[in-house]
């Protein structure tokens, strides 16, 4: 059965979680692999609208299996307050959720030392989502994290603990004047987390290759974006995990052979959250109509998310860089009685066409989209069940940001709720998804 990696192949925010919960359906696992509650999948269905930061949006299919892996960062607060939350709504979690020993925690600290560090940046500020998701990869990357596992046997928490606080609260009182952090209170709440977490901690890896073994098929969830990717995305105004598709298998331990398809999910317009380059954005009348009618404020932090045109350069970068064979286009409905729409194809770099996006994008001078303009449409694509139903305005709006991006639609999706769903025709998608 084919397994399919799902990304964002802009800057978060695509509607990967809609596109999650609907192709749940047809998968048995759903698996996430990295980031952590700094993202937020937004799913509607039956007029009720979830949110979920860590738990995959596949919880919300009844017996299907979700995983966090080991190349997620989880903070036990937030994770038990996801479950709990699911729970009173009479969605259940025990024995469907499944925790990787080996991820790594978010622990107080790493709130103190992403606080000072931000603050520290002043104007240069990444705009984080304050999750404590940075230090908690740093501390990976250092050696010096604190896993799951660590925190089910007591004496390792506290040797971690002592340790770690040894460095961090010197690094807080000096370089960032902030207060430092106790150890006993972190040890004791951890062993609460750790007491908790026993009944979902899993060697996942060994989990999804018994699943694969069986025949059942998995779907993997990306969090944030293709440009928020620490390698690919707009360094250093990116997170600070592996967003793309290269993250799945790290991320969960399943070999890169084991991903049968890459499908990128994309807004038809573009939005970014916190600071960084987007070459689209619009700064008038129109950008806050994309707002508005988007209701683009983040999922997570609810701050007003940038908007701007469909970026070409971005998109085919995206399907480079994540092997996309598969785009599903979201949001194309907020696009209704936008004329003309522009499509960005290149950008000029200081007065020279640029196809690429360039490594120095957040230092270039000058970054200015070369756009084309694309008629816009009477009417609304809303309701439509089938693409010969969108005007044909629409669909030649579709077929251009395919023909820029290098990559063909699979779906496009005309609203929020879990139905508001347009299946192209002859895409890949019908061999990915049987
Ligand atoms: P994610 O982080 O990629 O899962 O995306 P978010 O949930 O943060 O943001 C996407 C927003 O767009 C959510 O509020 C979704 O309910 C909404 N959404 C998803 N697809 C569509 C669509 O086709 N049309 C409209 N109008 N809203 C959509
Ligand atoms: P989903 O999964 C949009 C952005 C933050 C900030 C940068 C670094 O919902 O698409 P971090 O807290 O990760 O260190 O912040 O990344 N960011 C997101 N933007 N969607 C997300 O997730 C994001 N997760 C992080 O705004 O600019
Ligand atoms: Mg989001």
């Known amino acids: 059965m084919p397994n399919l990696a799902l990304v964002g192949t802009q800057w978060g925010d695509e509607g990967k979680g809609k596109i999650v919960d609907w192709l749940a359906e047809r998968f048995d696992v759903i698996a996430r692999y990295q980031g952590g509650n700094n993202a937020g999948h937004t799913v509607i269905y039956d007029g009720v609208k979830q949110v979920l930061h860590l738990v995959p949006s596949g919880i919300l299919r009844p017996g299907k299996e979700c995983i966090i892996g080991n190349g997620v960062v989880v903070d036990p607060e937030a994770l038990f307050k996801e479950i709990d939350r699911l729970e009173e709504q009479g969605i259940a979690t025990r024995g469907r959720l499944w925790v990787s020993d080996r991820a790594h925690l ?83 709440q951890y062993t609460h987390w750790g007491e908790r977490l026993a009944e979902y901690l899993a060697d996942t890896s060994v989990r999804l290759h018994t699943a694969m073994g069986e025949g059942r098929n998995i779907l993997f969830e990306g969090a944030q974006g293709t440009h928020l990717d620490v390698d690919h995305g707009t360094y250093p105004f990116v997170t600070s995990s592996s967003a793309t598709a290269g993250g799945v298998s790290s991320g969960l331990g399943v070999g890169p052979n084991r991903v049968d398809g890459v499908l990128g999910v994309t807004k038809a317009y573009t939005t970014r959250v916190g600071s960084g380059p987007m070459p689209t954005q619009l700064d008038d009348e129109v950008g806050q109509q994309l707002r508005d009618v988007g209701q683009e404020y983040g999922a997570t932090t609810g701050r007003p998310r940038r908007c701007g045109w469909f970026d070409g350069v971005a998109a085919r970068y995206a399907v480079r860089v994540n092997g996309c064979d598969v785009f599903v286009v979201t949001k194309l409905d907020v696009l209704d009685s936008i004329d003309p729409l522009r499509i960005c194809v290149a950008y000029e770099v200081d007065g020279v066409r640029c196809e690429e996006m360039p490594a120095n994008i957040t230092s270039a001078t000058t970054i200015t989209p070369i756009y084309e303009d694309c008629p816009g449409w009477e009417g609304s694509v809303i309701g439509a069940r089938s693409p010969e139903e969108f005007p044909a305005e629409a669909r030649a709006y579709l077929a251009r940001i395919a023909e820029v991006s290098g990559c063909p639609i699979g779906i496009a999706s005309n609203g929020a709720d879990r139905e508001a769903i347009v299946m192209m025709p002859d895409s890949p998608l019908d061999v990915l998804v049987p």
């Open 106 to 188: 978010i622990l107080p600290y790493h709130h103190g030392i992403e606080l000072g560090s931000e603050q520290r940046r002043g104007e240069h500020a990444i705009g984080t989502t304050s999750r404590g998701i940075g230090p908690a990869y740093q501390d990976k990357m250092a050696r010096s994290g604190i896993r799951a596992i660590d925190c089910v046997d007591r004496d390792v928490l506290a040797r971690k603990v002592r340790a770690n606080l040894g460095v961090v609260n010197d690094l807080l009182h000096h370089l960032y004047d902030r207060p430092p952090f106790d150890a006993d209170e972190i040890i004791e």
